[in-house]
């Protein structure tokens, strides 16, 4: 959605810390259910490494073609990964140079005699 692969891969990374400390093993071992929470060693699953993000989205792209591929594919719906990508994005910014049409720069006609009607 315009960011570079490795712009997120770092985002993700600054996230690594926090998800391999005793609090953030603790915050995801919530979502586990009970009779997994303890037999489950989360650490090799719950980080988010620069290298480990950028090699799970090749992965994702050789066989899949995209992320967005991927999800079709899991049967995730095409309106579902719409709402998905604008509610977790924003609108890329206003790149192009804007000109003015030549009707615009071009210098405006000599005005008609009163009563004059113009030429169709």
Known sequence: C???AQEVAAEYARTDTWAGSAEGM???LTIVPDRLAARLDLSPW???????????WRRLEDSYGSIDGCLGAIGVSL???RALREALTE?????AVLTEPASLTEPAPAPLPRGARPAR
Do not use: F, Y
């Open 2 to 4: 315009g960011v570079h």
């Open 46 to 56: 719950c980080r988010a490494t620069e290298a480990n993000m950028l090699e799970l």
């Open 26 to 28: 603790a915050a995801q």
């Open 79 to 81: 309106s579902t990964r």
């Open 91 to 95: 609108p890329a910014p206003l790149t």
